[in-house]
Every structure is written in C-alpha cells, then in structure tokens.
C-alpha cells in the first residue's frame, strides 16, 4: 500500500512538472529550446524574454494559484455536500463573484487587480450566505436543500448578469474577456491579491479533511465522532469562498476543473480527504495548464480561452468517467 501511494504521489509530481514545462516550452510563437532556456536563466530584453518572461511565466503562475484553488473548492464543496459531482457553483459562488465583478465594472468603473478581487470575493461570500440562509430557513442545512438553495441563487444572480451585459455595451466589452476565462493578459497585481486568499483557503481546507471524512458518514455518525456538521459545513463554505472567489478573480469563471478533478481523483486513490484535497491542489494545475496549452496551439497564431478548452474537453470526459464509474458500481453488486 505505502508503495502504491508513494508512485500515486511521483506521479502527480511528474504530472504537474510536465505541464509546467509545457506551459513555458509551448505557445502561439514558436520558440526553440535553447532560447527559453536562455530567456529563464539570462533574460536579455529580447523577444524570447518577452514571451517568456513576460507572458509565459505569469500565466504559468496563475494556472497553478486558479487550478489549485478550483480543484480544492470543489473537493471541499462536494464534501460538506456529500455530493460527489457538486462544485463551487452549487453555493452559487462562482455566478455571485462573476456577477459582483461585472457589477463592479458597470458601476463603479472598475478596472483593477484590487477592484476585481474585492467584487469577487464580497460576491463569493454575499452568494454563499444567501444559499445557506435559503437553505436553512426553518430546517437544519441539508446538503439536498443546499444545492438546490445555491442553484436558485446561482440562477438568479446569472440572469442579473446577463442583464447588465445586454444593457451596457461598454460592459460588455470590458468583461468580456474576463469571462470567457482566461490566464492571458491579466493584471500581475492579481498574484499578489488573490494569491494569500487561495493559501489561506488551502489551510482551512486541509485542516478539515478528518473532519469532512466523518461527515461522509452522515451527520448521525459525524456527531458520535465529535464532529460538529454544521460548523464543519460553515467553515468549509468560508474556505470554498476563499479558494473560487480568489481564483475566479484571477482567472475568470472557469468551469469544469472544480468539477472534475476530484471525480478524477477518486475513481483511482479513493475519497478519503487527507488523500483528496492534497492530490486536487497538485493536479487541478495539471488540468488548468494543459487545457490552456492546448488553447494556445490549437489555433494558432491565435488562442482559445482557457475556460473555452476546458468546457470544450471536459463535458465528454466527465460524461464517460461517471458512465464508467456507474458500470463499476453495478458490477460490484
């Protein structure tokens, strides 16, 4: 078993050390080897440092912060919730930072790494406190009532946003990109704000997954163990904020990585936490960077957004994952 999980672990190593490599190796302007190279040991002013450097290397950082903090977020999210196939969207926290950002710009004009990482994290948490008090409003917070609780205000709060790009044209082209989700062309203050709020949602989520393996018992047994559902469920709520709402400010509304990975994850190392949410923070990197990998050369000398890829590739593959795993399960009957 020990040796087992030590190759489980080289690999997850090997596998975000290739993407890495692929991230700053790989793009719309071919350069050959020796010049990156050149350009990360001696930058020199020249065009390889500027590619490198300049754009390669800050979005290989920001695919490592957002896929860390998307993968994370949603193994928390699908633990609180029991719900093996929930993600942050399921509190609607990933529709409230895109709404509160987009209100942001309409509103007030913002245009700044500061402004959008505020809006998206005030909003992650207005959405988050909705759903829990929609959900609780005269019964204990069930993970059946929380999910449909997030989903109305998830609903909600993209027709508002909607409303307000099909009203304001400036808007509109301001957020656009934004929304598509992308690792490109970001303010390089983002790192420096989003970065702390994704460390200290990992903390948080790390130091709960004992407690959210008790709570896959069922509340009953979570209580007998001495654990407290409720208290895990809000603590878990304020570190899946941390992580979305810092990684949607950064990168955009990204979908599917939060989704899949710890479905991923599970089907080959099991659910046990201790396991899960470290491997989610190695390997949501792993997707985040190949997909925008991949954006860059498929249509090269122009890019696909990285939010476009991973909803492009991910749905079919998350759609044969669970068919296999529900094969799985039959068998095992």
Known sequence: MRVRTAAGWLTAFVLLGTAVAASLFLGGRELGLGEVVRALTEPDGGTADLVVNGIRVPRTWLGLLAGSGLAVAGA???????????????????????????????????ASAAGYAGAAIAGAAIAAVLAYGLATAGAPAAPTRLALAGAVIATMLSAWTTTILVLSGRTLEEARHWLAGSLVARDPGIMVYSAPLVIAGL?????????????????????????????????????????????????????????????????????EHTRLLPACALLGPVLLLTADVVGRLVARPAELEVGIVTTLIGAPVLIVLARRASTIRAEGR
């Not at 509190?91 to 509103?107: C, E, K, R």
Request: hydrophobic letters at 60%; a positive charge; zero cysteines.
């Open 203 to 271: 903390l948080i989520a790390f130091g709960l997954a004992r407690s959210l393996d008790a709570l896959a018992l069922g509340d009953e047994q979570a209580v007998s163990l001495g654990v407290h559902p409720t208290r895990v469920r809000l603590v878990g709520a304020l570190a899946v904020v941390l992580l979305a709402g810092a990684a949607v400010a950064a990168a955009g509304p990204i979908a599917f990585v939060g989704l899949a990975v710890p479905h991923l994850i599970r089907l080959v190392s099991g659910a």
């Open 76 to 110: 928390v999210m699908q633990g609180i919730t029991r719900n093996p196939i929930a993600s942050p969207s399921v509190l609607g926290i990933n529709a409230g930072a895109s709404f509160a950002v987009v209100a942001a710009i309409h509103v007030f004009g913002v």
